[in-house]
Nanobody, 127 residues
Framework: QVQLVESGGGLVQAGGSLRLSCAAS????????MGWFRQAPGKEREFVAA????????YLGDSVKGRFTISRDNAKNTVYLQMNSLKPGDTAVYYC????????????????????WGQGTQVTVSS
């Protein structure tokens, strides 16, 4: 079992920045690929960002490329989502997810490739 706890959400004006954190506990963090997804009211869950076990490979969804960055600190069992140039369309509940354990060095972009999910943190961007 892996437990995930997100933090860092809140209310920000358009153009502002937030950094989300996701602290993991339970099993060896290094074994797991990590990802961020988001869900706005009335919409399906959307892939945001993914990172492989080592942190050497990342992938961002088209809607956030050039504005968001995903990173991880395996010594701190934490994954981050740095969000810059925020837009009202980024308003959603953001979820951290862990997939695996995997023996490969890939990242994953589909929700069914993830086995553990956090409770979510609300991000609201005002215009």
């Amino acid at each position: 079992q892996v437990q995930l706890v997100e933090s860092g959400g809140g209310l920000v004006q358009a153009g502002g920045s937030l950094r989300l954190s996701c602290a993991a506990s339970g099993r060896t963090f290094l074994w797991y690929a990590m990802g961020w997804f988001r869900q706005a009211p009335g919409k399906e869950r959307e892939f945001v960002a993914a990172i492989n076990r080592s942190g050497g490979s990342t992938y961002l969804g088209d809607s956030v490329k050039g504005r968001f960055t995903i990173s991880r600190d395996n010594a701190k069992n934490t994954v981050y989502l740095q969000m810059n140039s925020l837009k009202p369309g980024d308003t959603a509940v953001y979820y951290c997810a862990a997939g695996g354990p995997y023996s490969d060095g890939y990242y994953y972009t589909r929700h069914y490739e993830y086995d553990y999910w956090g409770q979510g943190t609300q991000v609201t961007v005002s215009s």
